[in-house]
């Protein structure tokens, strides 16, 4: 059974940086392309960032270029890190991942952006 797990999250002023981990148990995230979603109070779910099995990256046009994601095919981690926060990139931080056409979904964590 594959299970993710978000962590980094918390509470920033505007303009403050954070780093989210995405840590995988039961899948290897090398051999999937992995993505950062989130979710806004109100809000639907919003795709933010992609990091593909070879390696490739996309980014929302909302985040690029303030974030970087990166997978650590060691630790089989994805990180990612967010700068020049500002109050709309509140939300529910995500990452999924899919296998098999089965799609997982972490828990999330929460990043709130507020002076």
């Known amino acids: 059974q594959a299970h993710l797990v978000e962590s980094g999250g918390g509470l920033v002023q505007p303009g403050g940086s954070l780093t989210l981990s995405c840590a995988a148990s039961?899948?290897?995230?090398?051999?999937?392309?992995v993505a950062w979603h989130r979710q806004a109070p109100g809000k639907q779910r919003e795709w933010v960032a992609t990091?593909?099995?070879?390696?490739?990256?996309a980014y929302a046009d909302s985040v690029n270029p303030r974030f970087h994601i990166w997978r650590d095919n060691e630790r089989n981690v994805v990180t990612l890190q967010m700068t020049s926060l500002q109050p709309e990139d509140t939300a529910v931080y995500y990452c999924?991942?899919?296998?098999?056409?089965?799609?997982?979904w972490g828990q999330g964590t929460q990043v709130t952006v507020v002076s």
């Open positions: 039961g899948i290897v995230l090398s051999t999937n392309g």
């Open positions: 999924t991942t899919t296998r098999r056409g089965r799609t997982y």
């Open positions: 990091v593909a099995s070879g390696g490739a990256t």
